[in-house]
């Protein structure tokens, strides 16, 4: 008879026993029994099939993809697509001697797009334009050129040139104080109010002055996909130079309408039909139906992008200009929205966008018929495919716990925040549709949002606050983890330190 005592001595006794591990089996190996290096590279390597599944088995507590839907970048492509970018992803797409051919397909999805903005080109004559890394360094490019064009009249009327300005609306993407605040621009902005979000073009024009280096007008703010009224903010410019002699231009932030527009409000002038329109960014990785790291920068004419910018590069006898701040980058960056647009072509793009537009719509009226929710962006095509909606009446929780119990309930991701600044007040939910974002999920994400409601109608304001309280915890522990420190806004600088502004996913 074995007593339990001479049991537990002979298991402790083998947990002496070194265990004996086998490399060539994942998780048998003493890789898999060890974390994975955080600070310092481990000094021995491994199989490259460990490190795949490792970090593999990592990634799976990232969200899922298609069911986020705060972000306005693209989750699918056709398979055709994605192997031609895995075929051409160990090109340095900068090297244009070596690589000439990636270069021509830069230059045709250039010349494609800058045709469906409507640039001043003849049929012969390539449009102005330049792939970047997304639309912020697209941004950042445009208000160069901006300042840069503006410094050079200002020195050749022998004027003061080191004060510029920019007008823009207060609900701006971050990207805008970025490239504002690294090119020592004056931020002016249009305050939003409780019911418009938009950029109210006379306010934005009484901001201009002659150090105002142009305006920007945005197709699709990332609050609640509303297109600005470009057309109406470049005829107050014309009056104004007309008034006062002051000739400002307009740059036109279509990250994310720039590829939706054309194809569901085609008679909409926002583009380069407008003269006072001379530069445009759009991003590829968004309603541009390709992965994650492409956008565009374009220019009416040469006119508008000063030659001292531009760097010139002989490949095979022949000039090729560059405008850019990255310059290492993959040609799958260019191979994919070349083959997007090649293999949709217009009539493919119309379908799409109309039927996520459909799509935004059925669910809006989802939405509303719960008697829940108040929707906050047009509808029928007139702002971006997504439904951006707040909590109606009193209620014991908030937007941030409707996302919060979502997401735990169906792994949906639905960001919450606050409205832009003077309308901060206002907190809404946003959900961004997506090609991939079927009617059937629609209906799904509509079935866990009622659930979710009455959820929380049931569960007591003192239940929902100690939630809040675990979540705000959790979220200063990982920081503190990842960071060395809790986070914390130490910026004197921003409209977030300045305002409280919170920036809507995109």
Known sequence: MVLLGEVSDVHKDQSKKPIAYVDSLVYGSSAAARELPEFEMAEEPMPSETAYQLVHDELELDGTPALNLAS????YMDSAAEKLMMENMNKNAIDYEEYPA?????????NMIGRL?????SESEGCVGTSTVGSSEAIILATLAMKRKWQHARKAARKPYDRPNMVMNAAVQVCWEKATRYLEVEERYVYCTQDRYIIDPQEAVDLCDENTIGVCGILGLTYTGEYEDIKTLSDKLDQLEKDKGLDIKIHVDAASGGMVAPFCVPDLEW?????????INTSGHKYGMTYAGIGWALWRSKEYLPEDLIFHVNYLGADQASFTLNFSKSAAQIVGP???????GKSGFRAIMQSITETSDY???????????????PRQGKSLPLVAFRLKGD???????????????????????TMAPKAESLRL??????????????????????????????????????????????????????HGHESGNKDNNTLQSKTGKTHAVC
């Open 72 to 75: 306005f970048v693209t989750t």
């Open 102 to 110: 990636t270069v021509d397909l830069q230059n045709r999805c250039v």
């Open 117 to 121: 903005f409507n640039a001043p080109t």
């Open 271 to 279: 583009d380069f039909r407008l003269p006072r329109v001379v530069s």
């Open 338 to 344: 070349l083959t997007v647009l090649i293999r949709n």
């Open 363 to 377: 669910l809006a009226a989802q939405l509303e018929a719960t008697g829940r929710f108040t929707i906050m962006n």
């Open 395 to 417: 209620n014991h929780f908030n937007e941030y716990d409707v996302a919060s119990t979502l997401r735990s309930r169906g792994n949906w991701i639905v960001p919450a925040y």
């Open 429 to 482: 939910l946003r959900v961004v549709c997506r090609m991939d974002f079927s009617r059937s999920r629609c209906n799904a994400l509509v079935r866990d949002l009622v659930q979710t409601l009455e959820l929380l109608d049931k569960q007591s304001k003192e239940a929902i606050e100690s939630h809040r309280e675990l979540n705000s915890k959790h979220k200063k522990s990982k920081a503190k983890h990842h």
